[in-house]
């Protein structure tokens, strides 16, 4: 009896490794691998963006029921993450702030040169000239910046247009007031060569910024720039319509305006866990109100690719209309960051700042639920960026009569292709909690 006792322990044993293998195998094959959500980022992603991952029911994960039928363990309920910005309206909530060139003439860093000294210190600082913008920045997860232009050594020598070498102090004070990255893809990206370009990237990478649109190596340019905030992973696809006929060392080291590589590089974004994924072209006619043939196909094609959750733009010099086109906002302009005022073009020293609120639907996908646009002007005697906003936050910049005019030139462009009935609206940062 104990010869046969024991035979029947042994085959019940194999027995049960044998259902316990199986189990295994196919838990492998349905929970761990990627799991694509309507957004078309994986699993991972998922968990970035609050959504659990697929629970399986084993013995650790599930409870019996009195039938003796496993009974799913619940999924987790999202941990609210409001984010900045306006009151969310969803469980997650995050907000992303763009704004236009950075443009750094002559005029400029004479300006910052004096800004330093008036604070006792050598060299240049161009922080009071960005200073107005930290109010919008502190109201958003993250603030993204485009770097026109290649930059010299701290010392110089400086140049301005049309072959640009401008002073890297522009670098610091664009991290200081809170951005915390930068698009480089211009028509300028390679007025110095690959010298300039890979000068300005480090320069970049020394401030903490992250950067997209120019790259050091072939290996480089094949990443995808991916921040990350408190509720979201964000992707920016960047790039340019030309060069100024310039060619570059190689062909990697500048992204290029082409729908079909942008949209290839947003799926790459999508499958390394991106939720909200931002395309940036730097394009258009300069100064003038409406976007042209280029920007508006390519624009269109990669909204209708349903890879990018918003396209934004910029080169112009000149603010440009917002556009709703199938569901996906297009800002075709933003118009110039900082610039020297010109006393030909009036567009030329106004822009936009544009805050976009990102809400996670129940579906797990991520869309924009708020877009809210700032005028902004320069104004000399000293050099400043200004709001010009209707709720005045830094008080008067050029005189009530002035900047009432800027704010309507800008309203009346922005909207001009249904902004406003989509749901765009100003920006009033004083009155948000």
Same mark, same amino acid.
């Given at each position: 009896m104990s010869t046969i006792t024991a035979r029947r322990r042994a085959r019940l044993l194999a027995a049960a490794a044998a259902l316990s293998l199986a189990a295994s195998v196919a838990s492998c094959g349905t929970g761990a691998g990627p799991e694509t959500n309507a957004s078309g980022s994986s699993a991972a992603a998922g968990n970035t963006a609050g959504q659990a991952a697929p629970q399986?029911?084993?013995?650790?994960?599930? &409870?019996?029921?009195?039938?003796?039928?496993?009974?799913?363990?619940p999924t987790p309920t999202p941990t609210p993450t409001p984010g900045k910005g306006p009151a969310c309206q969803a469980v997650r909530c995050t907000s992303v702030l763009v704004s236009g060139d950075m443009l750094v003439h002559d005029e400029l860093w004479e300006q910052g040169r004096a800004d330093a000294l008036a604070q006792g210190t050598k060299g240049l600082d161009f922080g009071p000239m960005l200073e107005?913008?930290?109010?919008?920045?502190?109201?958003?997860?993250?603030?993204?910046?485009?770097? &026109?232009?290649?930059?010299?050594?701290?010392?110089?020598?400086?140049?301005?247009?049309?072959?640009?070498?401008?002073?890297p102090q522009i670098i610091t004070a664009v991290q200081q007031v809170g951005y915390q990255a930068c698009t480089t893809a211009s028509n300028h990206t390679?007025?110095?060569?690959?010298?300039?370009?890979?000068?300005t990237l480090d320069a970049l990478d020394a401030a903490g910024l992250q950067h997209t649109g120019s790259y050091r190596t072939e290996v480089d340019s094949r990443d995808v720039m991916i921040v990350q905030t408190a509720a979201a992973k964000?992707?920016?696809?960047?790039a340019t319509y030309g060069l100024n006929g310039l060619v570059p060392e190689a062909a990697w080291q500048v992204d290029m305006l082409d729908a079909d590589v942008m949209i290839a590089k947003a799926k790459k974004?999508? &499958?390394?866990?991106?939720?909200?994924?931002?395309?940036?072209?730097?394009?258009?006619?300069?100064?003038?109100?409406?976007?042209?043939?280029?920007?508006?196909?390519v624009a269109h094609a990669l909204a209708d690719s349903g890879q990018f959750t918003m396209i934004y733009g910029h080169h112009t010099h000149s603010v440009q209309p917002i556009e709703k086109y199938k569901g996906t906002w297009i800002v075709y302009s933003l118009g110039n960051a900082i610039t020297e005022l010109s006393p030909n073009y009036v567009v030329n020293n106004e822009g936009l700042l544009v805050r976009a609120q990102f809400s996670q639907g129940t579906n797990?996908?991520?869309?924009a639920s708020d877009l809210a646009w700032a005028p902004s002007v320069m104004v000399r005697g000293p050099y400043r960026w200004c709001s010009a906003a209707s709720d005045a936050p830094q008080g008067p910049c050029a005189g009530a009569a002035a900047d009432a005019a800027t704010r309507q030139r800008t309203k009346t462009v922005v909207e001009s292709m249904g902004a406003a009935a989509a749901g765009a609206h100003e920006l009033l940062i004083t009155k948000e909690r």
């Open positions: 399986t029911t084993d013995s650790t994960t599930a &409870e019996s029921s009195p039938s003796g039928t496993p009974t799913p363990t107005g913008q930290t109010k919008y920045i502190e109201q958003s997860d993250l603030a993204i910046c485009h770097l &026109e232009t290649p930059v010299a050594g701290p010392a110089g020598p400086f140049s301005s247009y049309p072959s640009f070498n401008v002073p390679v007025d110095r060569g690959t010298a300039g370009l890979v000068r964000i992707a920016v696809i960047d974004a999508r &499958e390394l866990g991106a939720d909200i994924v931002l395309g940036a072209m730097h394009a258009g006619d300069e100064y003038t109100s409406v976007p042209n043939a280029e920007q508006t196909s797990g996908k991520w869309t």
